[in-house]
């Protein structure tokens, strides 16, 4: 296999000068430059051929001032224990039947961490190495993934210890001490203890929702729906857990094209947005339904203190939640996945009455894809 062969699909450019820096390419119509990982090839001698751009914006050096140069002092690596890498585990002394690298974290001399991963080329079978070939990824992405995580776990564990807590302490006592307590202290207890179970419940449907929007898995099961129904179901439910009527107000503006949606996740939606409108507002939450290029709009709107402009941003991610700060942060995140899912959008801004106004459209969708 001579300089010029490709190898492994990446096609070394040039040799020991300048024209080294020129990207490898991959197949006809892509090249490394198109690569979201940053890709590094070395030769037989480790002398740098290929160094993509996104390799220069890990690395922080351009590909003109690392092609040609050996790969050790352009990939300054160093492991856990703060040992130089290459000399750790030396490609070019490699057991003759080694292939690969698996990925692994190392760091650069700034302290930020890679994640670094290679393929070792030779012409023959257990032959010497003809071309190193590196991946680099910022290792960033995975370390804000991992503390997702752990503020998913965090939050879980708060808002299900409070619900758990009051379940066990009044079941404790109602098992304990149910001839001594009155006919009205049962019945405070029982409903204190349904209230939460559903509490929990709903958080369990959140957490299931989150994981399914998250891995492309949320399914709809269309039918035909009554926006303006759906709406007053809604309400009817707030004012059996305790919200006056006089708290909501209903507009329908105009009649809706035929409506194809999932109705529970509408519904979902509907009760998130409003129950979002009682908690963050004072005065009435009011639901507008109308017709919109085919589809229909609806806005949830309060007259509470709003969102601040630099916020609105962050209002439909994970764990977003204002300054009162009751519920998971998974609520509205869920409500923009909901909506995406039936191909609509959902925005958030300034209410006519000065609060805020979540409004989101949805197109009417048709009977084939129920």
């Known amino acids: 296999m001579d300089g010029d062969e490709p190898v492994e699909g990446l096609a070394a450019h040039g040799r020991d000068t300048e024209a080294d820096a020129e990207p490898a390419r991959l197949r006809p119509g892509l090249d490394a430059e198109e690569l979201p990982d940053g890709v590094v090839v070395a030769d037989h001698l480790g002398r740098i051929v290929t160094f993509n751009a996104m390799a220069s914006r890990i690395v922080g050096i351009s590909a003109a001032d690392a092609?040609?140069?050996?790969?050790?002092?352009?990939?300054?690596?160093?492991?856990?224990?703060?040992?130089d890498w290459w000399k750790c585990d030396d490609p070019y002394r490699a057991p003759a039947g080694r292939t690969r690298q698996p990925e692994?974290?190392?760091?650069?001399?700034?302290?930020?961490?890679?994640?670094?991963?290679?393929?070792?080329?030779?012409?023959?079978?257990?032959?010497?190495?003809?071309?190193?070939?590196?991946?680099?990824?910022?290792?960033?992405?995975?370390a804000r993934a991992e503390r997702s995580r752990a503020g998913l776990v965090s939050t879980v564990a708060h808002e299900l210890r409070s619900p758990l807590t009051s379940v066990k302490g009044f079941t404790a006592t109602l098992l304990a001490k149910w001839d001594r307590l009155t006919e009205t202290q049962r019945m405070f207890m029982l409903q204190t203890v349904n209230a939460d179970a559903d509490r929990v419940t709903r958080l369990i449907a959140e957490l299931l929702d989150v994981s399914r929007i998250e891995s492309g898995r949320l399914e709809l099961r269309r039918r035909r729906v009554d926006l303006v129904e759906r709406a007053r179901q809604v309400i009817a439910g707030r004012i059996v857990a305790g919200d006056t009527e006089d708290r909501f107000r209903l507009e329908a503006h105009g009649p809706l094209p035929p409506m194809w949606l999932d109705p529970d996740k509408i519904y979902q939606v509907l009760g998130n947005l409003t129950e979002n409108g009682v908690r963050h507002g004072a005065g009435t939450v009011t639901i507008v339904i109308e017709p919109y290029e085919g589809g229909a709009a609806v806005s949830v709107r309060d007259e509470g203190e709003g969102i601040a402009p630099e916020a609105i941003p962050r209002v439909f991610r994970q764990f977003w939640r204002g300054k009162r700060r009751g519920g998971t942060g998974l609520g509205l995140f869920v409500c923009k996945g909901l909506i995406e899912a039936h191909g609509g959008t959902i925005t958030v801004g300034r209410a006519p009455c000065g609060g805020a106004e979540f409004r989101f459209t949805v197109p009417a969708g048709s009977p084939e894809l129920a």
């Open 104 to 142: 692994r974290p190392l760091t650069l001399p700034d302290g930020r961490e890679v994640l670094l991963t290679a393929r070792y080329v030779r012409a023959q079978p257990r032959g010497p190495l003809t071309r190193l070939v590196l991946t680099l990824r910022d290792a960033g992405y995975r």
């Open 67 to 83: 092609c040609g140069r050996d790969f050790r002092d352009v990939l300054v690596l160093h492991d856990s224990d703060g040992r």
